[in-house]
């Protein structure tokens, strides 16, 4: 007669003769003994997992879009081999959905005495710090009957820094500078410019710039040449407030308009201009001062990557304050807001001209590349609505943009990809018209 499954089973371990098996509380202890044996014996030999020893190294910062590789290294101080399953949690955002099973789970064996190292690559979606969660070991018998588990704390951050993308415009940035600079043959001319050298005239140069004292020294015209100033102050306030939390594609406008202030200050410190950053909605959130030109740009892009939007409305007066307070003397004060039209009437024009009597102020804002394409939509009925309300939108942020050129400010207003190079011709407008 065939065997049930449970007799085959235990007929297999060598406990039963074949054939048929009457159940009896005698029975059954009698077929279940070896097997309680066989796992009482694999839990003993499975490594204990609370006296295992755990220590991480590794990557502590990355941009965003890269990896950081953190290094766990596992040590089995116990007289047993470790055979074990290991999952190194860390937040939902260390990497890209879809990929966390794989990332964060490993297969390790450690023999008894010695220590093994296990690397968990992980790959942020979002700026900020990520702090390593717990380690969950479950350590397995020879056999494979019975497990250990348990957890550890190991503490690591990771900082994920903003990603920088538009450097790639810093190359052509410099070379205008170095032209407005002197070091070319391109020479300008500016108020508020210095005087660099002399040098023969060029047909088309500036006749203003003949110097005749030195022409009639010498058998040639000779003209000045002029650099712009260095050393001036540039101050970078960010505004973190509701409206820096508007999605603009994948990213908060923030995360645009940090990205636009880092080629800003990257191009700025290599003219010799000395660079702040502000940023606050209701409070400071952020402050860099005083930092060296090869320390500026680590300094701003440490303390960007933790700045998140805040849903309130930004204080524009106690904004105006901490921006006077930080630059006392003559700057150009970047503020990198909305264009929408309430926040500016009611918030920033009634305060704006404290700013504009002592500094240069120059508005930087993110525009929303989808409300373009709407406004060029047509074909049914449902385009042409949205490209009259597009249109709307648009006439809006002009009527804005034009108030606040009336009362002296520079805008820069671009859609996220080409707002940073936007704002670097923006300010070398202004250093070669002489106005920082």
Not at 113 to 123: I, S, V
Not at 189 to 211: H, K, M, N, V
Not at 331 to 336: E, P, Q, R, S
Request: proline share 6%.
């Amino acid at each position: 007669m065939a065997l049930t499954g449970r007799a085959a089973l235990l007929a297999a371990l060598g406990s039963l003769p074949v054939g048929i098996w009457e159940p009896s509380w005698t029975g059954i202890l009698a077929v279940n003994a070896p097997l309680a044996v066989a796992c009482a014996c694999d839990f003993a030999l499975a490594a204990p997992v609370r006296r295992l020893g755990l220590t991480r190294s590794g990557d502590t910062s990355a941009r965003l879009g890269e990896t950081a590789d953190v290094t766990l290294t596992v040590t089995n101080p116990s007289g047993r081999p470790l055979r074990a399953h290991l999952r190194d949690a860390w937040p939902p955002s260390s990497w890209r959905p879809g990929t966390e099973i794989e990332a964060s789970r490993h297969h390790l064996t450690v023999p008894p005495g010695e220590r093994r190292r296990l690397t968990t690559r992980l790959r942020p979606t979002r700026r900020g710090d990520r702090h390593a969660d717990r380690v969950t070991i479950r350590s397995y018998g020879p056999l494979g009957l019975f497990t250990r588990q348990g957890t550890h704390k190991v503490p690591w951050t990771v900082r994920v820094l903003p990603p920088f993308t538009s450097r790639k415009h810093l190359p052509s940035k410099l070379a205008r500078l170095r032209e407005l600079d002197g070091r070319t043959s391109v020479l300008t001319r500016g108020a508020g410019t210095e005087f660099d050298s002399l040098r023969e005239y060029i047909p088309g140069d500036d006749t203003r710039s003949i110097d005749w004292r030195a022409t009639a020294r010498q058998s040639a015209v000779a003209v000045r040449t002029w650099r712009p100033e260095r050393d001036r102050h540039i101050l970078l306030a960010l505004d973190t407030g509701r409206t820096s939390a508007g999605r603009v594609g994948d990213a908060p406008r923030l995360d645009a308009s940090m990205d636009a202030a880092l080629l800003l200050a990257a191009l700025a410190s290599r003219a010799g201009d000395r660079v702040d950053l502000l940023a606050y909605d209701r409070r400071v959130r952020a402050l860099v001062q005083g930092r060296t030109v090869g320390d500026v740009l680590p300094s701003l892009v440490n303390a960007m990557a933790t700045l998140e939007p805040e849903l309130v409305e930004t204080d524009a007066r106690g904004l105006t304050a901490t921006a006077l307070r930080t630059a006392p003397r003559h700057a150009l004060i970047v503020l990198f807001t909305s264009l929408d039209a309430a926040p500016i009437e009611e918030g920033l024009l009634p305060v704006l001209g404290q700013l504009t009597q002592r500094h240069t102020v120059l508005v930087a804002s993110v525009a929303d590349p989808y409300v373009a394409r709407m406004a060029k939509a047509r074909g049914n009925t449902d385009s042409v609505y949205e490209a009259a309300a597009a249109a709307q939108a648009q006439s809006e942020r002009h009527r804005t943009a034009d108030q606040l050129r009336r009362h002296g400010v520079t805008v820069v207003d671009a859609t996220p990809d080409e707002l940073a190079p936007a704002l670097a011709d923006a300010y070398l407008a202004l250093k070669t018209a002489g106005r920082l």
